[in-house]
């Protein structure tokens, strides 16, 4: 399910020279703000989780998790590239499973190392906090990884969509509005960060149990979904 010319062409586009610009300055920007608060404030456990939890997984890690997502299919569905790819002797199930891969790895690097580091810098990782949040922020990934995968084979304006569902409903409803909570990928990935941590710096309005089923439905489910619109795609292109 993996497939290495896949992979290098999809590494291409998503590290794109304006897509690479993003993915390195929101994880700098995120070290800038950490260094800056732990040399106002100090080493403070709160407010460690407080950065962590408030600009790294609720705004950094899904944003990077769109430029990730749609930026491994998106523009060759743009610019018809991805004809020439599906006519190669490539299942379908391996070109969406290599996307997903590379992904979920560029999501990763740019949000989870970045996170573990801030929280290093912020309280040098006190009641495990650096540690919570960076598992997280590793989980998080994986399904906005898949979702916004999905989203670039559903629409030719998945960035706009994604940024729409990361900044308003993660963002914004995700953290703030109770009953929406329980259908954040942020709340998910959090309960399981919140085994992690140690106190209670790092919660979560979701059990471990439900966190780990949704994770799962949300990623196998937008993945399967997502091939199935390459197959479709496909076929039309054959028509």
Known sequence: MYNSTVARLTCRAVLGRRRALILFALPALLLVISVSVRAL??????????????FALATMVPLIGVIAGTGAIGPEIDDGSIVYLLAKPVKRPTIIATKLIVAIGVTVAFSAVPTLLAGYLLNGNSQQVALAYAVAAAVASVA???LFLLFGTLTRHAVVFGLVYALVWESLFGSLVPGAKTLSVQQWALALGQKVGAGDLVTSDVGPTTAVVLLALVTVGATLYAGQKLRGLTLAGEE
């Open 41 to 54: 404030t100090g080493a403070d456990d709160q407010i460690a989780a407080n950065v962590l939890g408030g």
């Open 144 to 146: 906005y990884a898949a």
